[in-house]
C-alpha cells in the first residue's frame, strides 16, 4: 500500500548582494531601495542648475536656459550606474513680465533643446513631444501666468562617477519678453544596477527533519520562485544545496511565479537538517537586477513504517517462581515494511525480546515469557514495546502472589516513665502475604529486659499486642525500644523510649579571688549541675580548714545547672594555701576542691653578716646585714646602724616576699671613741626587728699618717664590665704604716689589696670590681685605707644598663567605684602578666600591636603577649572595680619574660572611701 502527500517548504532570505533604486520629483531628496545588494541605502538629489536668460527680442532674440542636475555622486560605493527606465518629466513656466502685451504673439513656445550627462551628450530622446506652445496672451488674466506640460524621456544610462544630468530649456519664436520662473520636474522611476563583484547571488536556507528527508519523492519535486521587479539580461543558475538544479533564462524570467519543474532534480539528494536554495548570475561581469521576494520548494512524501502494539492475553494470577506469559500483536499502519525488536518488560521482574517484521497494513503476534522468583509478588506493570524502523508500546498490570510477608510498627508507649515502672509498648504485626504467617513478637530494651508473645496473621491481615519490660534504678536514659517478629517471616522496628533519673548532683569551682591577703574575704564561685531528669534540693557549703565555712540552699532542676559565690572571712594567722573544698547535699551530693593562695603580711628579720672591726680611732665602722622577710608581701622600711657615743646612719630597703636583701652601714669614728660599743642594726616600717653585736675600737697610734685619692676609673661601663678604679695611698706620717686599700661599691662589691706606704711616700693601685645585671645606675665608688692609719674617699660612677629585660610599674590611687591606670613600661620584652587580678574586676589595655588575652574572669590574670621581642613598650592598661569594694590597698604582681630571662615587679591599686 502507498500513500502520497505534499511537502512544502518555505525558505528564508539570509544574504543580500544587488541593488534596486527608484527615483522620482523634482529637487528632493530620494533613496535607494537597497535589495540583493552590498550597500546601503543611499540618497540621490536632483537640483535645481544655473540659469541663463535675460530680454528676449523679436523672434531671433535671445533664448534662455535653465539646468536641471541629477548628482549620482550620491550613491555612496557604487561607481558605476548602467541601466534605466523611462521616466517621466513635467515642465512648468511662469511668464514674466512683457515691453507690452503685443509682444507676446500665439506661438510662442518652449522646448527642450538638449538632455545630457556632463560627460556625454545626446544621451538623452524626448521622444517627439518636447516642445510646447505657450497660451494666447488672450489667455492671460494679468501679465504673469502659468503654465504645464509633460514629455516622456528615455534615459539610456547614467554617466561616470559623479556625473550630473543637464536638461536644457529654451524660449523660441519669441518677439519679446522673458520668463520669470521655470522648473522642471522628473517622475516616474528610475532604477539601477550597480556592478560589484559581490553582488551576484543570494542564498536562502529551508531545513528538513529526518524523517521528511528519508520519505521526499524527489521526482514530484518543484521549486516556485516569486519575482517582484526584473530589470535582467542575464540567465539565472539554480542550486541546492551547491548542487545545479536548473537556469531560469532571462528571457523567461516574469514578474510573478517563476517555476522550476522535477525534472531537473535528477540525482539530487535531500539531507536532514538545513538545506540551502542558491541563486547565482551566469556571467559575473553583466549589470543586472532582480528582486525575489519569496521562493517555495514542494514535494510529495511517503509515510514510514507506523508501528502499534497491543496484549492480547496473559496468564497471570501466577505465584512467585512461575514464568509469566504474555500474548502480544504488532500491526503497520505505514506505507513501508518495518523491522524492529518485540519487548515483554516487567519491572523488578525480568525483560525477554524477540525480532518482528511487519508489511505495510499486516501485524503479527507473538507470546513472550518471563520468570518470577522469591520478592516479585505484587501487581507489577507489564510492557510491550516495539521497537525499530518505528515505535509502540502498551502496558497491563499483572498479578504475581506472594509468600507470607511480616511487618511490625510500634503503635504507642508509655514512656516517659521513671526508674522501677514498667516500661509498655504496644505493637501491630501485618502480613502483606497472601498465606497466614505464625511467629513470635518480641519486645527488646538492651540493659532492661526482654519479653515475648505467639502471633498467627492471617494473609493481608494484621494483628496488634502490647508488650512489657520492668525497669530499676539505673535504667535511666533514652535506650532503643526494638519489637521483632520472627517464625514464618521476620521484621522488626525500634523507637527511642524515655526513662527518667532520679537527681544528680556534681559541682565545680568556677573561679576564685586569690591570691587574697590575710583579713580579706576569700570568696568562691562554684556551679552546681543536675544530669538527672528531676529537680534536686540540698546545701551548699565551702569549707577551708582553719579559715572558716559558710553555705547557702540551691535548687536544681533536671538538666539545669546554677551558680553561686560563697564567701568566708580570713584573718592573722591564716596565711598558706589551704584546700578550699566545695560540696552540695540533700537529694544527691557532690564535692570538689581547690588550692588557694592566702597571702602573709611583710615579715622582717635582720642579721649582721659582718663587720670591719677592730678599727683605730678616726677609722669608718662598716657593718653589713641581710634583712629578710618571710612574708608573702613585699616589705618596705628604714635599716638603721647605731653604735651608742659614736654615731647612727640608715637606708631605705625594699624586699619583696620570701626574699632578702644585704646592706652595709658605715659611722665615722673620731679621737675619743676607743672601746668595745655594742653597734646595733635594726629595721622598722611594714615589719621591725634588730640585732646587735659588740665591735672594737682601738685607740690612735703615733705613726703613720695615711691620705687616699682616686686618680681615674673606667666608667662610663656596662652591666657586667669590671669597674676598675686607680687610686694614690699617702703617708704623710713619719713612720711607714701598713694597711688595707677597699675598693666599695654599694650593691656592686668590694675588693681589696694591703699596701704598705713608708713616710713621706705614696704608692697607687688599681682595684677592680665586677658588675652584673641589675647594677646599673651611678653609685659611690669609695677607696679606703686602714690599717697603720686610715682614710677615705668617694667618687660617683656610672654603670650602664646592658640590653636586657626591664620592667617598671606605676599604680594608681582612685576613688571606690572608679578606674584604675597602671602604667607600664619594659624592655627587651615578649610577654608581660599580670596577676592578682579580682575576677570581677573589668580589665582593657591598649596595645599598638601585640595581643591582649584577657583571662581575669577565669584566673585572676591579663597577659600582654608580643610575637617578638619587643625593645620597649609603654602599656596602660584600666581596671575597672565595682562599687562595693571597699577601701584598701590591692597590689598586683607582674612579671616580665622573654626567652631567656624573666623579671617581677608589683603595683599598688590604692581604693579610697570618697
Same mark, same amino acid.
Not at 510498627?409 to 514512656?415: W, Y
Not at 653609685?779 to 656610672?798: E, H, I, L, N, R
Given at each position: 500500500? @502507498? ?116 560627460? @556625454? ?395 587574697? +591577703? ?73 564535692? +570538689? ?157 668590694? +675588693? ?39 682614710? @677615705? ?122
Amino acid at each position: 500500500m @502507498s500513500n502520497s502527500g505534499s511537502y512544502n517548504k518555505e525558505v528564508t532570505k539570509t544574504s543580500i548582494e544587488s541593488i534596486y533604486a527608484s527615483m522620482s520629483g523634482e529637487r528632493e531628496i530620494y533613496d535607494f531601495e537597497v535589495w540583493l545588494g552590498s550597500g546601503s541605502l543611499v540618497p540621490v538629489k536632483i537640483k535645481e542648475g544655473v540659469v541663463n536668460g535675460g530680454d528676449v527680442t523679436g523672434r531671433n532674440g535671445r533664448g534662455w536656459k535653465r539646468l536641471y542636475e541629477m548628482d549620482v555622486s550620491t550613491i555612496t560605493g557604487h561607481p558605476v550606474a548602467s541601466y534605466t527606465d523611462t521616466v517621466s518629466m513635467t515642465y512648468s513656466g511662469t511668464i514674466g513680465e512683457m515691453n507690452s502685451i503685443d509682444d507676446l504673439s500665439e506661438k510662442e513656445e518652449i522646448f527642450f533643446g538638449y538632455g545630457h550627462w556632463d560627460t @556625454s551628450w545626446d544621451d538623452i530622446d524626448f521622444k517627439d513631444n518636447r516642445t510646447t506652445v505657450l497660451p494666447n496672451r488672450d489667455n492671460f488674466n494679468s501679465q504673469y501666468d502659468t503654465w504645464e506640460t509633460s514629455y516622456d524621456a528615455d534615459i539610456q544610462g547614467l554617466g561616470d562617477f559623479g556625473d550630473k544630468l543637464v536638461l536644457d530649456t529654451h524660449l523660441r519664436n519669441a518677439d519679446s519678453g522673458w520668463l520669470d520662473t521655470a522648473w522642471v520636474e522628473i517622475g516616474g522611476e528610475l532604477r539601477a544596477v550597480l556592478e560589484d563583484t559581490n553582488a551576484k547571488s543570494d542564498t536562502y536556507t529551508f531545513n528538513l527533519t529526518s524523517e521528511q528527508a528519508t520519505y521526499v519523492d524527489e521526482d514530484s519535486m518543484t521549486i516556485e520562485i516569486d519575482v517582484q521587479d526584473k530589470y535582467l539580461d542575464e540567465d539565472i543558475g539554480v542550486y541546492i544545496n551547491d548542487n545545479f538544479v536548473d537556469f531560469l533564462f532571462a528571457d523567461e524570467i516574469t514578474e510573478g511565479t517563476n517555476t522550476i519543474s522535477a525534472d531537473s532534480f535528477d540525482g539530487y539528494e535531500v539531507i536532514s537538517g538545513e538545506n540551502t536554495l542558491h541563486f547565482e548570475l551566469d556571467s559575473p561581469d553583466l549589470n543586472v537586477a532582480i528582486r525575489i521576494s519569496e521562493a517555495r520548494i514542494d514535494a510529495d512524501v511517503q509515510s514510514p513504517p507506523n508501528f502499534g502494539v497491543s496484549i492480547d492475553s496473559t496468564n497471570d494470577p501466577i505465584t512467585e517462581g512461575d514464568d509469566l506469559q504474555v500474548t502480544a500483536t504488532v500491526s503497520n499502519s505505514g506505507d513501508l515494511q518495518g523491522d524492529g525488536t518485540l519487548e515483554l518488560s516487567v519491572p523488578n521482574v525480568g525483560t525477554t525480546s524477540t525480532n518482528v517484521s511487519v508489511g505495510s497494513g499486516n501485524s503479527t503476534t507473538k507470546t513472550l515469557s518471563v520468570s518470577t522468583s522469591t520478592g516479585d509478588a505484587g501487581s507489577p506493570t507489564a510492557t510491550v514495546s516495539v521497537s525499530g524502523d518505528d515505535s509502540a508500546s502498551t502496558s497491563q498490570t499483572v498479578k504475581i502472589n506472594e509468600q507470607p510477608n511480616f511487618g511490625v510498627s510500634i503503635d504507642s508507649t508509655n514512656d516517659p516513665i521513671t526508674e522501677g515502672d514498667d516500661l509498655q509498648v504496644t505493637a501491630t504485626v501485618s502480613n502483606s502475604g497472601d498465606l497466614q504467617g505464625d511467629g513470635t513478637l518480641e519486645l527488646s530494651v538492651p540493659n532492661v529486659g526482654t519479653t515475648s508473645t505467639n502471633v498467627s496473621v492471617g494473609g493481608g491481615n494484621s494483628t496488634t499486642k502490647t508488650l512489657s519490660v520492668s525497669t530499676s534504678t539505673g535504667d535511666a536514659g533514652s535506650p532503643t525500644a526494638t519489637v521483632s517478629v520472627s517464625g514464618d517471616d521476620s521484621a522488626s522496628t525500634s523507637q527511642t523510649v524515655k526513662i527518667n533519673e532520679q537527681p544528680n548532683f556534681g559541682v565545680s569551682i568556677d573561679s576564685t579571688n586569690d591570691p587574697i +591577703t590575710e583579713g580579706d574575704d576569700l570568696q568562691v564561685t562554684a556551679t552546681v549541675s543536675n544530669s538527672g531528669d528531676l529537680q534536686g534540693d540540698g546545701t551548699l557549703e565551702l569549707s577551708v580548714p582553719n579559715v572558716g565555712t559558710t553555705s547557702t540552699n540551691v535548687s536544681v532542676g533536671g538538666g539545669n545547672s546554677t551558680t553561686k559565690t560563697l564567701s568566708v572571712s580570713t584573718s592573722t594567722g591564716d596565711a598558706g594555701s589551704p584546700t578550699a573544698t566545695v560540696s552540695v547535699s540533700g537529694d544527691d551530693s557532690a564535692s +570538689t576542691s581547690q588550692t588557694v593562695k592566702i597571702n602573709e603580711q611583710p615579715n622582717f628579720g635582720v642579721s649582721i653578716d659582718s663587720t670591719n672591726d677592730p678599727i683605730t680611732e678616726g677609722d669608718d665602722l662598716q657593718v653589713t646585714a641581710t634583712v629578710s622577710n618571710s612574708g608573702d608581701l613585699q616589705g618596705d622600711g628604714t635599716l638603721e646602724l647605731s653604735v651608742p657615743n659614736v654615731g647612727t646612719t640608715s637606708t631605705n630597703v625594699s624586699v619583696g616576699g620570701g626574699n632578702s636583701t644585704t646592706k652595709t652601714l658605715s659611722v665615722s669614728t673620731s679621737t675619743g671613741d676607743a672601746g668595745s660599743p655594742t653597734a646595733t642594726v635594726s629595721v622598722s616600717g611594714d615589719d621591725s626587728a634588730s640585732t646587735s653585736q659588740t665591735v672594737k675600737i682601738n685607740e690612735q697610734p703615733d705613726g703613720a699618717n695615711f691620705g687616699v685619692s682616686i686618680d681615674s676609673t673606667n666608667d662610663p661601663i656596662t652591666e657586667g664590665d669590671d669597674l676598675q678604679v686607680t687610686a694614690t695611698v699617702s703617708n704623710s706620717g713619719d713612720l711607714q704604716g701598713d694597711g688595707t686599700l677597699e675598693l666599695s661599691v654599694p650593691n656592686v662589691g668590694t +675588693t681589696s689589696t694591703n699596701v704598705s706606704v713608708g713616710g713621706g711616700n705614696s704608692t697607687t693601685k688599681t682595684l677592680s670590681v665586677s658588675t652584673s645585671t641589675g647594677d646599673a645606675g651611678s653609685p659611690t665608688a669609695t677607696v679606703s685605707v686602714s690599717g697603720d692609719d686610715s682614710a @677615705s674617699t668617694s667618687q660617683t660612677v656610672k654603670i650602664n644598663e646592658a640590653t636586657s629585660i626591664s620592667l617598671s610599674v606605676t599604680g594608681d590611687s582612685i576613688t571606690v567605684g572608679g578606674v584604675a591606670t597602671v602604667s607600664i613600661a619594659a624592655s627587651q620584652i615578649t610577654q608581660i602578666t599580670v596577676n592578682d587580678l579580682w575576677t570581677d574586676w573589668n580589665v582593657d589595655a591598649s596595645l599598638e600591636k601585640g595581643e591582649f588575652n584577657d583571662k581575669v574572669t577565669n584566673e585572676g590574670k591579663c597577659v600582654l603577649h608580643w610575637s617578638s621581642q619587643q625593645s620597649s613598650v609603654s602599656v596602660p592598661i584600666t581596671v575597672s572595680i565595682p562599687e562595693r569594694y571597699v577601701g584598701g590597698i590591692y597590689t598586683l604582681n607582674l612579671t616580665a619574660s622573654n626567652s631567656n630571662e624573666t623579671v617581677e615587679k608589683q603595683a599598688n591599686l590604692e581604693m579610697n572611701n570618697n
